[in-house]
């Protein structure tokens, strides 16, 4: 848990005649405490824990863990400050009742949205992606039908887990799949480590890489927060040996969006570093350091999450680099944080873990492989890429670093519904990925093209339709999972 590192109060004339009980409660808020750190658990609940009533205390501790492990530095320097000149027996009750709202809210929360969402990404968003494909209107970022030229198989297992299969899309060449020939590409989607699957987005850049010559291999994933790190990382890395065993390829290129980003980096700092492999083994209690895995000749991160810090207001305890942030921002930050906390799980008080590129020293980044970082000039993102290829270029990496006007997620939407902007970021970036992963060459793209589109409202009325039929299940839901998490914790 990253703490807040306090100096004892300057030396005074006036220090040396503090009362008695001045004097104990000043030395023990001030003495360092867990490696010189003082926990922000002892700085919000030091001075008035002892005058709680018992029984408070014990009913209030697990809400109190909870939300102190869960808390962002700047509420527990807000709630410090409220503390000081209050009343202990105001603040016990101020306490009491702001607890109890934080974990019903909590539970209430984590007990409708997250189940929501998976269910329109997992359930309806894959019928709809399917349906999709197959209607004559929709169209690729490369201007063709995303069926056009392409032959795909779905879920097709790579390890033991439920959730790690993949997704094979292979060019079709005068009528036959190409399963053999061909260069590999593994893609690693997004959804926040916590929902989405590979066929949702297929049509964003397998479809047209695999039109290009690319046997793709769109990957699913354990998510978060049943499966935090490493799980993710471990979960590609058992793929990469699935693919060489069946394909035999000696090199492959990595390609992933938002927390898709984040996993490929990650993998591509382990793999080119055999000491921290061998280490990500023993703290896997797997033999990954022997594991017969492809060279990684690319790394592509769209949009990834690629540092811990760079998004949220807060400084980087190892940095201290801190950025502004727009007032919009902030919904952003919400949710990346309750995202992020669900994919670090127990992993998040661990400085020394290499959670994102960015945790990656530049003396173990010297054999990364050349990377491209692309993100929009909008996304909260966007401080974090930048320092990441900085980091990159000093190890000497090649890096290339692309941002384009727009926000998150602008290679994953259908390019039908952003209203044209397409053409300002979605095919620019595809075009300068395909170059970067061939050595420059052009992709194919359909003739006459670009050209205007209209905008697609099926994907508005499948989603009015679901917050139509959706209500009473998120009720239910929510109720749900509140009373079963009451349990358990009792």
Not at 112 to 130: D, F, Q, S
Request: hydrophobic residues 40%.
């Amino acid at each position: 848990m990253v703490g807040l590192t306090l100096q004892p109060p300057p030396s005074s004339p006036c220090n040396s005649r503090r009362p008695a009980r001045v004097a104990e409660e000043q030395d023990r808020l001030y003495t360092p405490r867990r490696g010189g750190v003082l926990h922000r658990s002892q700085i919000l609940w030091g001075s008035t824990s002892s005058q709680r009533p018992e029984k408070m205390h014990q009913r209030l501790k697990k809400q109190k863990e909870y939300f102190v492990s869960k808390n962002r530095h700047n509420v527990a320097r807000a709630v410090t400050s409220m503390k000081k000149g209050t009343p202990s027996w105001i603040w016990s009750i101020f306490e009491s009742a702001f607890y109890m709202i934080v974990d019903v809210f909590r539970r209430f929360t984590l007990g409708i949205t997250l189940p929501l969402v998976r269910l329109y990404l997992e359930t309806i968003g894959r019928l709809y992606a399917r349906t999709w494909n197959r209607l004559w209107y929709p169209v690729n970022v490369d201007g063709y039908h995303p069926k056009d030229g392409i032959f795909i198989k779905h879920q097709i297992s790579y390890g033991t887990g439920q959730d790690e299969c993949t997704d094979m899309v292979v060019p079709v060449v005068e009528g036959i799949p190409q399963m053999a020939e061909g260069p590999v590409v593994v893609y690693v989607h997004g959804g926040g480590f916590v929902a989405c699957n590979s066929e949702v987005l297929l049509q964003s850049l397998p479809f047209p890489l695999a039109r290009n010559g690319f046997r793709v291999f769109s990957l699913d994933y354990p998510l978060a927060p049943e499966d935090p790190f490493p799980s993710a990382v471990l979960s590609t890395m058992r793929a990469l040996r699935w693919i060489k065993a069946r394909t035999g390829v000696k090199e492959v290129v990595l390609i992933g969006d938002s927390a898709g980003g984040c996993i490929v980096s990650v993998v591509a700092g382990f793999l080119c570093n055999p000491t921290l492999l061998r280490e990500l083994s023993l703290q896997a209690s797997e033999n990954i350091a022997n594991w017969d895995m492809p060279t990684i000749s690319h790394m592509v991160s769209c949009y990834g999450v690629l540092d811990r810090y760079g998004w949220t207001d807060r400084p980087d305890p190892k940095t201290g680099e801190r950025h502004p942030m727009a007032w919009n921002d902030h919904i952003g930050e919400v949710v990346l944080e309750f995202c992020v906390t669900c994919y670090l799980g127990q992993a998040k008080d661990r400085l020394d873990a290499r959670h994102f590129l960015s945790d990656f020293t530049v003396e173990e980044l010297h054999n990364y492989p050349p990377s491209l970082i692309l993100c929009g000039k909008s996304d909260p993102l966007i401080h974090g890429a930048r320092s990441s290829a900085s980091k990159l270029k000093a190890a000497g990496v090649k890096t290339t670093l692309l941002e384009y006007p727009g926000h998150h997620g602008f290679m994953g939407f259908p390019i039908q519904w952003t209203l044209g902007r397409w053409k300002m970021n979605t095919l620019p970036g595809y075009i300068e990925m395909f170059k970067f992963i061939t050595g420059g060459n052009e992709p194919i793209i359909a003739p006459e093209w670009p050209r205007d589109l209209g905008f697609d409202f099926s994907m508005l009325v499948i989603l009015i339709i679901c917050l139509l039929l959706l209500p009473i299940y998120s009720v239910m839901l929510g109720f749900k999972f509140m009373f079963r998490s009451k349990k358990k914790s009792s």
